[in-house]
Nanobody
């Protein structure tokens, strides 16, 4: 059974940091990604990583501030978020592309490519 469980969200002041985690089970060797959705806004791809970590992809809005990583031994995905801004406030979701093994399909921050999703973890950044 495919399962993705996010954790690590919370409330932080602008300029602060958070580290999100995603525990995955029921699959392996897939491209994985983080998405977010703020109230009243469309879902946005934040970052993606190919299996093995050879390729990472970031939205322009988070480049230089967020880092995606994975622990293949634990089948876990992480998102280190630094220099957080109020506009980063959103529900953050972990996702896996079950359609192919290894690499990320193009464009990698497109939600329709990902067939498995977690329930989300809330991140709130106050000014």
């Amino acid at each position: 059974q495919v399962q993705l469980v996010e954790s690590g969200g919370g409330s932080v002041q602008a300029g602060g940091s958070l580290r999100l985690s995603c525990a995955a089970s029921g699959f392996s060797r897939r491209c994985m990604a983080w998405f977010r959705q703020a109230p009243g806004k469309e879902r946005e791809g934040v970052a993606a990583i190919s299996f093995g970590g050879d390729n990472e992809y970031y939205a322009d809005s988070v480049k230089g501030r967020f880092t995606i990583s994975q622990d293949n031994a634990k089948n876990s995905l992480y998102l280190q978020m630094n220099s957080l801004k109020p506009e980063d406030t959103a529900m953050y979701y972990c996702a896996a592309d079950l359609g192919v093994f290894g690499g990320c399909r193009w464009p990698p921050l497109t939600g329709r490519l990902y067939g498995a999703w977690g329930q989300g973890t809330q991140v709130t950044v106050s000014s």
